[in-house]
């Protein structure tokens, strides 16, 4: 019977080995047969339009190197596709990837077009046409840069650019439907007929006569407003230009409040590989030896007793025979709180949750609450019209799965927090903390010269390999508030767009007197708000243009 146990237990062993050995399999290069790295894996993955076989060897190559903008854009590029086919709510994570691709590869075309597209589809028309006038200003050759800013300059009331923006991309891709009707709503705005032209125009390239008719209707809409409304500013005595150098002159008060946005990026990883096991880690010998000597006397009569106990033995031994265990954890945090603070006062924010945690007393338990989640404190020094100078604390906390001690209740907390004073411009990013971790820890236990040899080993020899991998990155960005006193209008724009429109000057159209279209165009007025439908917002989606961003990415990411 013993014989019969033993021959059970090496074979449940070998069928253990072999079913771990095939779920241990690395991934491995179809050409040469090695084993694939993670560069190969996810450039394999990206070229057959596998995203989410993409995103974990994306996620550990980040992780690497955080500063490579090329690789969170690849990645950035691999969630949001997932996302789309998935979880429409993980899109968040795909616009902070393009958004530290655009910080860290500076000018990057197609970081700055999809991050642009996402803020199109958010309704941030304001950011969308900044992203897109600096996609323009880095390849002013591609049109679909141009039609994303004609997009979001649409949307924006923003008539002079949304006239230049559709006369480039109609220059620059008149075969294209979404340019003909671009092109015709920025004539319509102004009340030029020639807007119904590029209207049927656009429709000879579509084959969808419900849509080609809702947008020769919008464009009908807007030819009779802008007809019926044409010379009321002039007939009013109304001179919008008049007035203008006497705002302009106008001081601007220094702002008081600021509004500063912070994203931390997490991402940790866990990796436990366990093989083996030693029977030998288990194995008990007790040895109990006593000696009891007893006396009794009563009267005459003596009564003498000897005991002698000996003992030798064996507790019960319990083993796993799950010899190859891998085990992992996965854990990604984009959190990205906003918060307005005055001058000299200092703001809270927190988002989480908070666990009363029971704590045991003397004579009565108590409740202990525990805040767990992300945690931010400012606290503005000083401001002007252009740089801010504040104190910043952020901190975020959650629970892990490790156990520390042998209490009954207790909870693990990982946290990270940073606190900093910072001075920066409004609209610039500053990285207020970086990491990048790497832990490796082995143990084992064998038993000499049996524990080396092979197959036995498998029976004689335990050894644990954990692998851990911690990056965290914490972006802090201030902007003024948007109030009454700075309002959101085309007039305010960028600096990025005014740096497009001295593009313009020198390699878009120098023969065009911009400053005089500019002019005459912001005297036309909106009679009907933009709709949602009027235009495309999706840009840059096609497959082409998406094989030719994976592939400029992986060669610059790569050197």
């Known amino acids: 019977m013993q014989r019969l146990s033993t021959v059970r237990m090496f074979s449940v062993a070998a ?15 179809v050409a040469t047969g090695a084993p694939a790295d993670d560069w190969s894996v996810a450039a394999a993955a990206l070229r057959g339009g596998a995203w989410a076989d993409a995103e974990p060897p994306l996620a550990r190559l980040v992780q690497q190197d955080l500063r490579n903008g090329h690789l969170q854009f690849l990645y950035a590029l691999a969630q949001e596709n997932s996302a789309r086919k998935t979880d429409r709510a993980r899109l968040q994570l795909a616009e902070v990837g393009y958004a530290n691709a655009a910080r ?13 597209a996402l803020e199109l589809e958010r309704g941030d028309w304001a950011a969308a046409q900044s992203r897109f006038a600096e996609a323009a200003l880095d390849q002013p050759q591609r049109w679909e840069a141009f039609y994303g800013l004609g997009v979001a300059s649409y949307h924006r009331q923003d008539t002079p650019l949304l006239y230049l923006a559709a006369k480039r991309t109609v220059q620059l891709a008149s075969e294209r439907e979404d340019a003909q009707r671009l092109a015709a709503l920025a004539l319509a705005v102004q009340g030029e007929p020639e807007a119904m032209t590029m209207a049927r125009r656009a429709a000879r390239l579509n084959d969808d006569p419900a849509e080609d008719a809702y947008f020769e209707r919008r464009v009908a ?18 001179d919008d230009t008049a007035a203008a150098p006497v705002r302009a002159a106008r001081p601007e008060p220094a702002p008081t409040q600021v509004v500063v946005e912070v994203t931390i ?39 003498s007793t000897r005991t002698i106990t000996s003992q030798i033995s064996s507790p019960q031994l ?35 949750r908070t666990i009363n945690v029971e704590v045991s007393g003397v004579n009565l338990g108590s409740l202990q609450p525990i805040d767990v989640g992300v945690q931010l404190v400012v606290t503005p020094e000083y401001i002007d019209n252009r740089r801010v100078t504040f104190r910043l604390d952020a901190s975020r906390s959650f629970l892990t799965q490790e156990q520390i001690g042998t209490f009954e209740n207790s909870l693990a907390l990982f946290r990270q927090s940073v606190g900093a004073t910072a001075d920066v ?48 990155l914490i972006l802090v960005t201030p902007s003024l508030p948007l109030s009454y006193d700075t309002p959101d209008s085309p007039g305010r724009r960028s600096k990025t767009v005014e740096s497009l429109l001295e593009l313009w000057h020198q390699r878009v159209d120098p023969n065009s007197d911009v400053n005089a279209i500019i002019k005459r165009l912001e005297r036309s007025h909106w009679l009907r708000t933009p709709k949602r439908g009027d235009l495309k917002l999706r840009v840059g989606n096609e497959p082409a243009d998406q094989r030719e961003a994976i592939e400029e990415s992986l060669m610059l990411g790569r050197v």
């Open 104 to 116: 860290f590869a500076s000018g990057n075309y197609w970081a700055l077009l999809r991050l642009g």
């Open 425 to 472: 411009e409004f609209g610039q990013t500053l990285v207020l903390s970086a990491l990048s971790e790497q832990v490796q820890d082995k143990s084992f236990s064998k038993v000499p010269v049996v524990g080396d040899v092979p197959v036995a080993n498998w029976l004689t020899s335990h050894s644990v390999d954990s692998q851990r991998q911690e990056s965290l």
């Open 221 to 238: 809409e807007y030819l009779e407003l802008a007809q019926a409304d044409t010379g009321t500013a002039s007939d009013a005595g109304i």
């Open 318 to 352: 319990d083993y796993s025979l799950n010899l190859f265990n891998d085990s992992g954890q996965y854990y990604n945090v984009v959190a990205r709180p906003s918060i307005t603070a005055h001058l000299g006062r200092e703001s809270q924010f927190f988002a989480g």
């Open 265 to 303: 990026l997490l991402s940790s990883m866990l990796n436990n590989k366990n093989r083996g096991v030693n029977l030998f880690d288990g194995l008990r010998v007790l040895y109990g030896y006593s000696n009891v000597l007893q006396q009794f006397s009563e009267g005459l009569t003596r009564q």
């Open 15 to 29: 069928l253990t080995l072999g079913l771990g050995a095939c779920a241990m399999q690395p991934q491995r290069d």
